[in-house]
């Protein structure tokens, strides 16, 4: 099975570990649309990721680098069943906090279920795990929100060195890079707030 990438997080407000990888990341094409900060006077960009290399034609795009990982079946089912496939593989860039397997098997009994059942309240919850723009690690720990995909904000705050999401779902592995954006594993399923 192959490998997730990973690229060394460098910021000293991060501490959750990061593994170094050879393989080359992507520059920002730009700065990330969607993100926001409470700061209006420093929320104009994130911080970019130095230049490197174009990305290795190894490097797969975020679906084939989540199915390779083998711990995201349950999402990768989930975005079929909402009909998100061909968007997580199209040109992107993405930010995709995503969920484990274990993080969905957390959810209430019949939760998933229900979902699955229910295309339009799946594809909901599914954009909220999205941001538009490919946002480093460095760049989460700088910000205290973010636009998702779905339209709400999703908060962010670091405590203890770790990042969290409305303050429950934890970043457990950062920058994972792919050839249309990044993934950062997370350990719950975020749930948009109530419209």
């Known amino acids: 099975m192959k490998q997730f990438m990973f690229i060394s997080v460098a910021v000293t407000a991060f501490a959750v ?33 130095p230049a490197t290399a174009a990305p290795s034609a190894a490097m797969g795009d975020i679906v084939a680098t989540a199915d390779s990982a083998g ?10 069943a909402a009909g998100l496939v061909d968007t997580l593989k199209g040109d992107g860039p993405f930010t995709v906090f ?4 274990a993080a969905f098997a957390a959810l209430p009994a019949g939760t998933l279920d229900k979902l699955l059942a229910d295309p339009a309240a799946l ?3 599914l ?3 999205v941001v538009s723009g490919k946002v480093t690690a460095d760049q989460v720990v700088k910000l205290t929100s973010a636009d998702s995909a779905e339209g709400a904000k999703i ?17 457990v ?3 994972v ?9 997370i350990d719950k399923v975020l749930v948009p707030p109530a419209s």
């Open 98 to 101: 995503a969920p484990t397997d």
């Open 177 to 185: 890079m792919t050839s249309n954006g990044v993934i950062h594993v």
């Open 17 to 49: 570990s990061a593994c170094s990888s050879t393989a080359a990341t992507n520059p920002p094409t730009s700065a990330p649309t969607a993100v926001s900060t409470a700061a209006p006077a420093t929320a104009a960009a994130a911080t970019p990721v």
């Open 71 to 80: 711990s995201f079946k349950t999402l990768l089912a989930a975005a079929k």
């Open 173 to 175: 592995t950062p920058d």
């Open 155 to 171: 908060a962010i705050a670091v405590k203890d060195g770790k990042v969290y999401l409305n303050d429950s779902a934890q970043v």
């Open 123 to 125: 594809k909901k919850i």
């Open 127 to 129: 954009l909220y795990h």
